[in-house]
């Protein structure tokens, strides 16, 4: 099955800095790949769709300049969490499709901030 | 507005008994469903899908039923296993937004040796 990964698994971070996780689609060329948030005990929350060689289309209420995100190839997108506080502090997973037909979205495993 | 609505946040099962896991969804432009299954600290792993011409579809152990005018769709698993104690998520996709999924809050299934 198609694989994506993520990188790093988790990571620890002062207040004020910037964090950048990386999702590839390990076999598979990913035309559109998408960055969820969970916090403890709820639903995954969408935060924005990218599409490779295009700007990112966030969802409401999720802050383009703190979250910015990169899909410079059919097999990477990078999220970078700028200025990290605390209350970023949580689950962030992606996950890649392509095209329509396939119907599925291939998560990658996340990965764990905490901002200190 | 939660439009995939998990109601149940968790279920316990006996090993060999059936699980039976249900979302509702308020949106009617919802095309395509799918059930996701995710253990502590990993993505979640598709598991099964419906489209919403269908009423039923069955892979193994899992079957997935929709039920359209009532809004509702249900996941069954039979027999339990205790490997499928997880968190599982129902997800919906509306029609006209390309791949974008709207996901429940998720229903932890416990299932007892």
């Known amino acids: 099955g198609a694989v994506v990964s993520q990188h790093p698994s988790w990571v620890i971070c002062k207040s004020g800095t910037s964090v950048k996780i990386e999702c590839r689609s390990l076999d598979f060329q990913a035309t559109t790949m998408f960055w969820y948030r969970q916090f403890p005990k709820q639903s995954l929350m969408l935060m924005a769709t990218?599409?490779?060689?295009?700007?990112?289309?966030?969802e409401q209420g999720v802050e383009k300049d703190k979250f910015l995100i990169n899909h410079a190839s059919l097999t990477l997108s990078t999220l970078t969490v700028t200025s990290a506080h605390p209350e970023d502090s949580s689950f962030y997973i992606c996950?890649?499709?392509?095209?329509?037909?396939?119907?599925?979205?291939?998560f990658g495993p996340g990965t764990r901030l905490t901002v200190l | 507005d939660q439009q995939v609505k998990q109601n149940s946040p968790s279920l316990s099962v006996q090993e060999g008994r059936i699980s039976i896991l249900n979302c509702d969804y308020t949106n009617s432009m919802f095309d395509y469903f799918l059930w996701y299954k995710k253990y502590p600290a990993e993505g979640p792993t598709f598991l099964i899908s419906i489209s919403s011409i269908k009423d039923k579809n069955e892979d193994g152990r899992f079957t997935v039923f929709l039920n359209k005018s009532a809004k509702h769709l249900s996941l069954h698993i039979v027999p339990s296993q205790p490997g499928d104690s997880a968190v599982y998520f129902c997800a919906a996709r509306p029609m006209e937004y390309g791949n974008k999924l709207v996901f429940g809050a998720g229903t932890i299934l416990r299932v007892k040796s």
């Open positions: 990218s599409n490779e060689g295009s700007k990112a289309t966030y």
């Open positions: 996950s890649a499709s392509w095209g329509r037909s396939t119907d599925t979205q291939y």
